[in-house]
C-alpha cells in the first residue's frame, strides 16, 4: 500500500471553487430577469421610536431603486447596470453582479408607513421606519400575584 501526503489545504480550495461554482450556477434560477447572484446585504436596528434598517447598495443611483413599505414589510428593487467596455489586450474577469434584483425584509413589528424616510450616502440606504402606535405601547406591566 502506497502512502498519501494529506494537503488539507488544497482539499479546502477544491470546496471553496465547488461553493463558488454552485453560488455562480444560483444565479441562473428562480424568476426569469431575476438575478439572484445580487442580493443587497440588510442590518436592521431598533430604537423605543422606530426600526432603521440599512442596505448595502454599492453602484446604485437613486433612481435606480424601487422602495415599497407596508405595515409590516419592506420590499426593494432596483437595477444595476453593466458598464460597456472594450479592452484590447488580456483578459478581462467581472465578479461584479449586474442585473435586476428584489427583496422583501420582514419587520420585527408593525410600522407607521406615512412617516417613513429614506437616504441613501455612500452605497448605503437608511431607511428610517416610524412604529406604530400600538407598536410603541407593546410593552406592559404583569402584576405577579402569589
Do not use: C
Not at 488544497?10 to 454552485?22: A, C, H, K, S, T
Request: proline residues 5%.
Amino acid at each position: 500500500m502506497r502512502s498519501v501526503h494529506w494537503q488539507p489545504f488544497r482539499e479546502l480550495e477544491e470546496v471553496q471553487r465547488d461553493m463558488n461554482r454552485m453560488f455562480e450556477n444560483l444565479s441562473t434560477l428562480g424568476r426569469p430577469g431575476i438575478d439572484l447572484g445580487f442580493f443587497p446585504a440588510v442590518e436592521i436596528e431598533e430604537t423605543a421610536d422606530h426600526y432603521l434598517l440599512h442596505l448595502e447598495l454599492p453602484g446604485l443611483k437613486p433612481e435606480d431603486l424601487n422602495l415599497e413599505v407596508s405595515a409590516e414589510s419592506v420590499s426593494i428593487s432596483g437595477e444595476r447596470r453593466a458598464e460597456s467596455r472594450t479592452e484590447d489586450h488580456g483578459t478581462t474577469r467581472s465578479e461584479f453582479h449586474y442585473g435586476k434584483f428584489e427583496r422583501v425584509i420582514p419587520l420585527p413589528g408593525r410600522v407607521n408607513n406615512q412617516g417613513v424616510k429614506a437616504d441613501y450616502q455612500q452605497g448605503v440606504l437608511t431607511v428610517t421606519l416610524p412604529k406604530a402606535e400600538a407598536e410603541k405601547q407593546k410593552v406592559v406591566k404583569v402584576q405577579v400575584n402569589s
